[in-house]
């Protein structure tokens, strides 16, 4: 007989649970959309704005792959769809993309020759640095449309967010 991993619960703490009882359903869903909206913006600058390339042709999804591997330095296909969210088997066929557009490289390991590990080539890293500046000039352009004072609440607030929230990095 097979036996299944105890899956274990992790109770919210009654004070935060009543905390979040009472949040309107209204206001989750205004914060929903707003963040939406946001990170959509946040992600790359205008159009407009950017230059014709590598950058303007990839998927959403490939270019986050990117980031990944920039963030993670090198990694499975399994843990990078895990970090998209995404099923193994689709982040197999990205990394397929990317290898034969010669952004990643795969590497087996000499430890284990069933996996197979993901880097950044040169010219993934090339690309990995001009998406970092791509989304730095859409916060740029986005705190732009903000007054001092907007752009310092709003920072603090987000600051507040993920402090608050499960593994948030502090900034």
């Known amino acids: 007989m097979v036996r299944k991993p105890i899956q274990r619960r992790v109770r919210t703490p009654a004070p935060a649970r009543e905390q979040a009882a009472r949040v309107s359903d209204e206001d989750v869903f205004a914060m929903y959309t707003v963040v939406r909206a946001v990170t959509r913006r946040l992600g790359r600058a205008r159009p407009e704005a950017r230059k014709p390339g590598l950058l303007s042709e990839l998927s959403e999804t490939d270019l986050e792959a990117v980031l990944v591997l920039g963030e993670q330095g090198e990694c499975t296909a399994g843990h990078m769809a895990g970090a998209l969210g995404v099923p193994a088997t689709t982040g197999t066929t990205i990394a397929d993309r990317l290898v034969k557009r010669r952004l990643i490289a795969r590497r087996r390991s000499e430890e284990d020759r069933r996996s197979v590990w993901l880097s ?35 920072i603090a607030m987000l600051r507040a967010v993920a402090e608050r929230s499960e593994g948030g990095a502090r900034a």
């Open 120 to 154: 950044l080539t040169d010219r993934g890293k090339e690309l990995l640095e001009e998406a970092r500046a791509d989304q730095l000039e859409g916060c740029r352009q986005f705190l732009a449309a903000l007054s001092p004072t907007q752009r310092s609440e709003m």
